[in-house]
């Protein structure tokens, strides 16, 4: 079990807001539209949610990876419980990550049940 102290504070590093999960041929479109962006992925968590994680960085993170307004950090810090840390979990935390295009087409390719009423070849 891997402690905050002990972490390089992957929870600092990006924004994860879960998304409602992706049917329609427009959803996806909108998810090619999301994954165009820079610093900015949709995953499926292992916990079956599909969500947009914008990788950008704490700005009060300090260059030694001490938070660096610890005391006044938000309540969202203050709760976070290190065994629940994505590092601390069993097997992959990520199902699925779409980092641009090529990943949604080839996602959509190998899944064509993931466009809902789009018939199966």
């Given at each position: 079990?891997?402690?905050?102290?002990?972490?390089?504070?992957?929870?600092?590093?990006?924004?994860?807001i879960?998304?409602?999960?992706?049917e329609?041929?427009?959803?996806?479109?909108?998810?090619?539209?999301?994954?165009?962006h820079?610093?900015?992925?949709?995953?499926?968590?292992?916990?079956?949610?599909?969500?947009?994680?914008?990788?950008?960085?704490?700005?009060?993170?300090?260059?030694d990876?001490?938070?660096g307004?610890?005391?006044?950090?938000?309540k969202?810090?203050?709760?976070?419980?290190?065994?629940?840390?994505?590092l601390?979990?069993?097997?992959?935390?990520?199902?699925?990550?779409?980092?641009?295009?090529?990943?949604?087409?080839?996602?959509l390719?190998?899944?064509?049940?993931?466009?809902?009423?789009?018939?199966?070849?």
């Amino acid at each position: 079990m891997i402690t905050c102290s002990e972490c390089n504070q992957e929870c600092c590093k990006s924004v994860v807001i879960e998304i409602d999960a992706p049917e329609t041929l427009r959803d996806w479109e909108d998810i090619k539209w999301k994954v165009v962006h820079e610093n900015l992925r949709v995953i499926f968590d292992n916990d079956n949610s599909w969500c947009v994680e914008f990788l950008t960085m704490c700005k009060h993170l300090e260059k030694d990876g001490k938070c660096g307004i610890y005391s006044k950090r938000p309540k969202m810090c203050r709760e976070h419980d290190f065994e629940a840390c994505i590092l601390n979990g069993e097997g992959e935390y990520y199902k699925i990550i779409l980092e641009d295009i090529g990943d949604v087409e080839k996602y959509l390719a190998e899944n064509p049940g993931a466009i809902k009423g789009k018939k199966k070849k």
